[in-house]
């Protein structure tokens, strides 16, 4: 039986389009439990203080993940592997296991600093919500970069295998173990509960991509040789991770400012960024992950022509996607939260205040899924420096912003009130926290002009095409969204229709009738994406074996 479990999730998946669906297929199946964790906690505690706390704990322990645990990130893992690999495939796994090794001292005995160190953190984090609960999840929550690092590293071996199947289940059990904790766990344990369902899903993150590497034969590495590459691996590490590192500056410099505003905005916030993150997993995180091996792959066989190929061809798809998916979100917002969160403690108000941030920080989905592969086409190139740059870009200009916004929204009533008139949240309080938001999208599509600029002129990109793509899908979008927000006038706002099926059927209607509308216009325009999407569906669901990489056959 495990060895038939196995064998299913362990097939490779070749064609990018069709890893790309798969991943994808995954990313909408976690995401869906992701959905149903933050259903959960937002019933069982509304946009509270219990929720502040929660979500402020996780912020050193992501910083941690995002700087110590990365520095032996798949990323930079890959290119050593790829090489072992045409060498002696078992001195690869030797090597794996002498990371793992260093990976667990070094990531414990940081872990365990943050741990004593963990009341004075909470201070400084969140100084409007920190106290002895803060203190003790964040110590709790110290093992899940452990976990996650871990998985991390034995990630590169699965991507390198093309195991996507594999590497796709470990989101999916990391959001059961959340739903765990909140479900089974916080009933007898509290506030603790919560914090051993994410350390359990962070285990099982892991353990899934266990039984695989355990198959794999080990053949001796010199030591030597071992230091070598883990000296390569950590230069070329340090820059990405930097650039991680700066991410997590931002996301903490906004909870510092949110746990200072009133009770819920870093719930309220934190909401709404979990929202929009449903469809940049989808899409952006999906594209970019099938790609990487084959980026990788490309550039070190010095295929220049086809590593360009493969690039416009993945970041079209990912306009393609990505426009339509923004449109639709900010018309169909309400619809989206009240479904998605309107259950027990999680009031109207709250509704209304996390659809408004989740329609200011979508605005950015296209600037961060694009982001997404660009970076990673510089980490297939060996070149991680780069990415840190408008990295420290985005979260400068995300942090001065949201100061600049909070301030302008204070002093100036006349833009205080057409914004609040915008977003329909006149008559509710706590709506500074929509500054944060709109600082956040700010940075992001900042630092991704930047980047595009860049790439383009690096790896002498045609954009032709990409901005036609755009100009397509965004009026095709716009008219498909005039349907739905026809239909949405017609039946009703979201908080008239009163029971959780009606917003359902509500948000089906409007959202079927505008979806069918704007591929209706893309057909008309004679669109190559809608195209060239619906014979990658057709190969992923026909196709007897796997489908090889072709030059044509991109979208990272």
Known sequence: MPRSFLSVVGREVRGVHQ??????????CSQLLALLRDRLLAASFGASHTLDVYYAAFRVPDLLFATVASLLSLYALLPVLSRLERGHEGQMV???????????V??????????????????????GVSGSGLVLLMRILLLQPIFLGASNILASLTQLRHRFFLYSLSPVLYNLGIIFGVVVLYPHLGLAGLGWGVVLGALLHAGIQVPAFLVEKSERLPASAVWKDLRFVLGLSVPRTLALAANQISLIALTFFASL??????????????????????????????????????HAAGERIQFGEYLETALRHIFFWCIPATIFTIVLRAQLVRVILGAGAFSWAATRLTAAALALMVISLAAQSAAFLIARAYYAAGDSRKPLYWGVITVVVSIASALLFIF???????????????????????TTVLMLAAAYALGAMVGFMVAMTVFVRDFALPTERIKKLCFQSFAASVIGAGGSYLVLAATGT???????????????????????????????????????????????????????????????
């Not at 070094?106 to 100084?127: D, E, H, N, S, Y």
């Not at 505008?514 to 190559?528: H, P, R, S, Y």
């Open 408 to 430: 302008l929204f204070h002093e100036n009533t006349f833009a205080r009130n057409f914004l609040e008139s915008l977003l329909r949240v006149s008559d509710i309080p706590g």
């Open 494 to 556: 979201a908080g008239s229709v009163d029971t959780t099926l009606g917003l359902i059927l509500q948000g089906l209607l409007a959202g079927s009738l505008g979806l069918a509308i704007t591929g209706f216009v893309l057909v008309l325009l004679k669109n190559q994406e809608i195209t060239e999407a619906g014979e990658a569906f057709r190969k992923r669901f026909t196709a007897k074996s796997a489908v090889p990489v072709e030059a044509t056959d991109v979208s990272s």
């Open 94 to 104: 030797s090597f794996l296991e002498q990371i793992l090794l260093f990976f667990f």
């Open 19 to 28: 890893a790309a669906y798969v991943l994808a297929g995954f990313a909408l």
């Open 106 to 127: 070094g990531m414990g005995m940081v872990a365990a600093v943050a741990w004593i160190f963990a009341p004075w953190l909470a201070t400084l984090i969140a100084p």
């Open 261 to 298: 505003l009133s009770t819920g905005s870093i719930a309220v916030l934190t909401f709404a960024y979990n929202l929009q993150a449903v469809p940049l997993t989808i899409i952006g995180v999906s594209y970019s992950v099938a790609a990487f091996p084959t980026l990788s792959r490309l």
